[in-house]
């Protein structure tokens, strides 16, 4: 899987469409409502690309250690991630992507452990039940297909970002009474 640029687009693009799938299905269930989960308005959340490629390197580095080794590995690489996502959407654009503020042995709102055994739960499905999957299907199409197809993800991804950088920054200007022609 982390073997080429190719490879590593394709599933940073792929992970990221499945993770929203997983998001919007959890939280459009539990709100009984649509909810659009991130700071971006496609169907990625570049949280569950991000930890699809840690994961595989974690799974690379530790492939020969104990279940328990493993879930303790996997407990701390998610709960570390999650916890620099939350941090830094909330520093750099003032946006709360979930609270735990409400939940037992949480910290500052972004990680609690109760979600965390949720993350070591999906890790550990996500190395023994998707990625064998993943990597036969992976394997049967093309380099070509998979640098396309990830390339075409991936670009939409960052202008999204940009624009979603773009709206903050200048959003954030206007409120500090610093927008052209005003002085």
């Not at 396309?148 to 200048?170: E, N, R, V």
Request: charged share 15%.
């Amino acid at each position: 899987m982390l073997t080429d640029l190719p490879n590593i687009i394709f599933s940073f693009s792929f992970f990221s469409i499945a993770g929203w799938g997983l998001e919007v299905s959890y939280r459009s269930i539990r709100d009984r409502r649509f909810v659009n989960p991130g700071l971006l308005k496609g169907p990625y959340l570049i949280l569950y690309g991000t930890a699809a490629l840690t994961l595989s390197l974690c799974i690379f580095i530790i492939h020969d250690y104990n279940l328990l080794l493993k879930a303790l590995f996997y407990c701390i690489a998610t709960t570390g991630l999650e916890f620099i996502s939350g941090f830094n959407a909330q520093y750099f654009f003032n946006k709360k992507l979930w609270d735990y503020s409400d939940q037992r042995f949480q910290y500052k709102g972004h990680i609690c452990l109760k979600f965390s055994i949720y993350w070591t739960i999906l890790s550990l499905a996500f190395e023994y039940i998707l990625l064998p999957p993943y990597l036969r299907l992976t394997n049967m199409l093309s380099i070509e297909t998979k640098g396309l197809f990830g390339g075409i993800i991936l670009l939409i991804i960052i202008i999204d970002f940009f624009i979603f950088s773009l709206k903050k920054t200048l959003s954030k200007r206007s409120k500090s009474g610093n927008e052209i022609g005003i002085y």
